[in-house]
């Protein structure tokens, strides 16, 4: 259970280094395929900004998730796994109540998941 939801914090962390990525250097590449549906084409470039914001945080979860392979107290590493899947997961179920419910399935439910996990381990 304990490899289960490290691989799926590995995962997750990667995930929001491609959130940052998209967010912060391919909003107005990548971000105009993925985002077309819930963003017209003229607002890419007016929320460049707004989205490298969005996108240097999504960075920090990532830090925070990935940090935790570094850490050797078990105790310590359990605290800081819970704190930024916390976050996460937090952060997941607001984008999904006020952006898209896909965001639940992409980014909560994974983050709650690895929660559980890590609890139970």
């Given amino acids: 259970m304990e ?10 962390g990667i995930e929001h280094l491609y959130f940052l990525w998209l967010e912060m250097f391919g909003w107005e590449t990548a971000g105009r395929k993925i985002f077309k549906q819930v963003l017209p084409e003229k607002l890419f470039i007016p929320t ?14 990532a830090a925070g998730l990935l940090w935790t392979f570094f850490i050797e107290d078990v105790t ?8 930024f899947l916390g976050c996460v997961a937090i952060a997941g179920i607001y984008g999904a109540m006020t952006a898209s419910r896909k965001i639940f399935f992409a980014q909560a439910l994974p983050a709650i998941i690895a929660l559980i996990l890590v609890l139970l381990s």
């Avoid at 490899?3 to 997750?12: E, F, P, R, S, W």
């Avoid at 900004?49 to 979860?61: D, H, R, S, T």
């Fill in 76 to 83: 310590w590493k359990a605290y800081i796994s819970i704190f």
């Fill in 3 to 12: 490899t289960v939801a490290h691989i799926l914090i590995g995962i997750i």
């Fill in 48 to 61: 460049k900004i707004l989205a490298a914001n969005q996108g240097l945080y999504n960075g920090f979860l």
